[in-house]
């Protein structure tokens, strides 16, 4: 399956978006132009120029050069809310893709959304797309008479959100995915669950729902690669899609932390594999990471199995305890890392000459469909 969004294949990426933002892309400014230490002189003036007109939101997985400007850190749902309640005009989401849409399809008419780099997506959102999912769906339909609730995780497309929005579905966060399956088993008898299927799995799981009840739905393959018998035995169907930065954590990192550091607690985002969950000492969304890590007696010691950039901020803010990287290979989100200060400034620039550049516009027809969805996820969790 192709990672559309990977740094190697960034046509992909521009697929996923709205012609109208395609137009007002614009390349960043080059190093030949000014220099990096330049950027951030710019920048800082900007910031400070536009303070009034301007939120900068930044995503927990942002570098730190990016962070220094965010007037809001968080996941992605507390930040498209912290945009709603800005009385700001411009929303700076530094952040991906399906983040910048979540905020268009939150926001107040007169508010504009920006993502600094178009090109910032996020591969998990890009494996499972609607053409996919409607095939998906109509198979599914045709072998089952039983009601099958649609759940998208928000690492997803926008019109993603619209489908389950019309399908009687609803959204879920890491953060209050149990919750959500639990309201969807209260409406029908099977889940589909795109596009990560690890979330899927080890919420489910932890849920009491046993794996020979899972099935996993792959759209490169003919039916998903199941058969009528195996969807009818099924509670839940999984999408085959994963977040590359996650799935870099591996049980043997957690064996050989076992073995060489045995004080460490090891804790792990809910996007990493089962096994990896399961071998964890803790698991939870990136704000229960934080909040467990900050929490934690002085002198306590952390392998942490999430993005690098939020790990080493981590270990900087909590220099009494020792937080390391569960991976010697520093899983860094590579679309994220995307948003670079230069890209930001070019952002900053077209505002101040009063014609915004990488803008972020959803079409109305799927916004309406999608808020349903986000909004039954709101009164739900
Ligand atoms: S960390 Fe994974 S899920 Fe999050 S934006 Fe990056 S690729 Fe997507």
């Known amino acids: 399956m192709a990672l559309k969004s990977s740094a190697n294949n960034l046509k992909g990426a521009v697929l996923n978006f709205n012609d109208d933002a395609k137009d007002d892309y614009l390349p960043s400014i080059s190093e030949a132009e000014l220099s990096d230490e330049k950027v951030l002189q710019e920048l800082d003036q900007l910031h400070g120029e536009l303070r009034d007109q301007v939120i900068v939101l930044g995503h927990h997985y942002q570098q730190d050069d990016i962070i220094r400007y965010a007037d809001v850190t968080g996941d992605s749902l507390a930040l498209a809310r912290e945009a709603l309640n800005s009385t700001r005009r411009y929303i700076m989401f530094c952040g991906v893709h399906f983040m910048a849409e979540t905020a268009d399809i939150l926001k107040r008419p007169d508010q504009t959304v920006i993502l600094p780099d178009l090109h910032a997506g996020c591969s998990m959102a890009d494996m499972a797309n609607r053409q996919h999912i409607d095939q998906a769906w109509a198979t599914l339909q045709e072998w089952t008479k039983a009601r099958i609730i649609p759940v998208t995780y928000i690492n997803s497309d926008a019109k993603l959100k619209a489908f389950v929005g019309d399908h009687d579905g609803v959204i879920c966060t890491s953060s209050n995915a149990e919750k959500i399956i639990q309201w969807a088993f209260e409406h029908g008898e099977k889940l589909l669950f795109f596009p990560d299927q690890h979330l899927g799995r080890n919420t489910c799981y ?58 460490t607690t090891v804790i792990v985002h809910p996007e990493c594999c089962f096994d990896v ?35 080493n901020r ?49 079409d109305e027809k799927i916004k309406r469909s999608a808020l349903v969805a986000l909004e039954r996820m709101l009164a739900i969790s």
Request: hydrophobic residues 40%; glycine residues 6%.
């Open 206 to 263: 932890k849920m009491g729902i046993p794996l020979d009840q899972m099935v996993t739905y792959n759209p490169t393959i003919w039916n998903g690669g199941l058969t009528p018998e195996q969807v009818a035995k099924a509670k839940v169907i999984l999408w085959y899609g994963y977040c590359s930065v996650h799935q870099g954590f591996t049980l043997e990192q957690i064996k050989r932390v076992r073995a060489e550091r045995p004080e």
């Open 314 to 362: 981590l270990a900087r803010e909590c220099p009494d305890k020792t937080i390391f990287s569960l991976s010697p290979y520093q899983c860094l989100c590579t679309t994220m890392y995307r948003i670079r200060p230069r890209w930001l400034l070019a952002s900053y620039r077209a505002i101040k000459a009063g014609s915004p550049i990488n803008v972020i516009r959803v």
């Open 277 to 311: 969950t399961q071998n964890a000492d803790v698991a939870g969304s990136t704000n229960f990471i934080i909040n467990y890590i900050r929490q934690a007696p002085a002198g306590a010691s952390f392998a942490v199995g999430t993005e690098i950039n939020l790990v």
